[in-house]
């Protein structure tokens, strides 16, 4: 698959996700605003390509901003932080993200034009960053995988969630790589249908065998024996829940039942040890969401209201394992190395 996000002669440029899977369609912007717009609206998503796309943003707008004198070009830039880190609360990355650009920002804050060549460089490192720790996932998480297996995930944790190559997915491009035969289970993943429209493109574009089901089919085709993984990625690990996409509590739950692993593909920019649930917002998206079908057809009765968080909780006693770019953990073993 190609890249979702890149920095091209100082513009972003970025796969349109809200258009797929009917087309692949660029977008490319130059103002900051937009880049912030974009997360919003979910043009971009997926925790680690909103990271960078955060990144980025934050390099467009020390572009704009790197003629003022050091103590107005802090203003705005602290203007811009907060703009980007108001887009979309869960996901540990775009904090992550964020907060890195601004250390380098207050440690040279004198000299706003070199400020600015070093964040943009810092951006783009961050992409090809996220590319490899995919790729060490990847390599990790394949050791979990047997020839012949399938994977059920939920929501995109692929490609499209990351600059390139994905996390939940990841395992499962390193073990055909390695010549095992590896087979997909999507879920569609209401109401934004990322498992539909997203992880099933991304993997026939990269001829790997998946079938999507409804959500609420995967608890009977766990039970009827069909899949023997689940591989799901995350947006924040607290130090004793995943989050993740709405829907991911509920396939740890009946995979605890059926004796089927359950597995999270985590990059180490989404790890927040230090906060427990209680100290994470879920996002909650506008109700048009859940009543209407992309926005193209109505399900609901006009008048009322839906519920539409957009992920949930799955606990550590549910999680067999966590794939970080550094190896398989436990969550015990998880808080050990890097708490
Ligand atoms: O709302 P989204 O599409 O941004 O949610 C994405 C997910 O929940 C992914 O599973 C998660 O970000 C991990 S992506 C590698």
């Known amino acids: 698959m190609i890249p979702s996000i890149e920095w091209i002669n100082n513009k972003v440029k970025m796969i349109d996700q809200t258009v797929l899977p009917h087309d692949l369609k660029f977008l490319e912007f130059e103002d900051y605003r937009d880049v912030a717009t974009s997360i919003k609206v979910m043009n971009i998503r997926g925790a680690p390509a909103i990271g960078v796309a955060a990144a980025m943003g934050m ?5 704009e901003y790197k003629e003022l004198p050091k103590e107005k070009f802090l203003e705005k830039m602290e203007e811009v932080a907060n703009l980007i880190r108001s887009t979309r609360p869960t996901a540990s990355n775009l904090f992550w993200a964020v907060d890195r650009i601004w250390d380098i920002i207050s440690k040279y804050p004198d000299d706003p034009p070199m400020l600015s060549a070093l964040v943009v460089e810092e951006a783009q490192l961050m992409a090809q ?8 996932i990847g390599k990790n998480g394949a050791a979990l995988l047997e020839d012949g297996d399938t994977v059920l995930t939920h929501c995109n944790a692929g490609s499209l969630a990351t600059v390139q190559y994905g996390t939940a997915l990841a395992p499962i491009r390193a073990a055909i790589e390695e010549g095992k035969e590896i087979q997909v289970i999507a879920d569609e993943t209401r109401p934004r249908l990322q498992g539909a429209r997203l992880t ?11 079938k999507v089901i409804s959500d609420t089919s995967s608890g009977l085709i766990m039970r009827l024996g069909k899949i023997n993984k689940v591989i799901v990625g995350t947006d924040r690990v607290t130090s004793d829940a995943v989050f993740n996409k709405i829907g991911t509590y509920l396939v740890a739950l009946a995979a605890k039942d059926n004796d089927i692993p359950f597995y999270v593909a985590a990059p180490t920019s989404t790890l927040s040890l230090h906060e427990t649930v209680k100290d994470v917002t879920i996002e909650q998206r506008d109700s048009s969401e859940v009543s209407n079908i992309l926005g193209k057809l109505q399900i609901v009765p006009n008048g009322v209201e839906c519920l539409n ?17 550094d190896g398989v953990y436990t969550p ?7 708490k």
């Open 59 to 63: 390099a467009l707008a020390t572009i």
């Open 129 to 136: 960053q996220d590319i490899n720790v995919n790729k060490s």
């Open 200 to 210: 099933a493109y991304e993997l026939q574009y990269d001829k790997i065998p998946v």
């Open 309 to 325: 968080y957009a992920f949930d909780i799955t606990p550590f006693r549910l999680v067999t394992g966590i794939i970080t770019e």
């Open 332 to 338: 015990e073993e998880l808080l050990k190395k890097y």
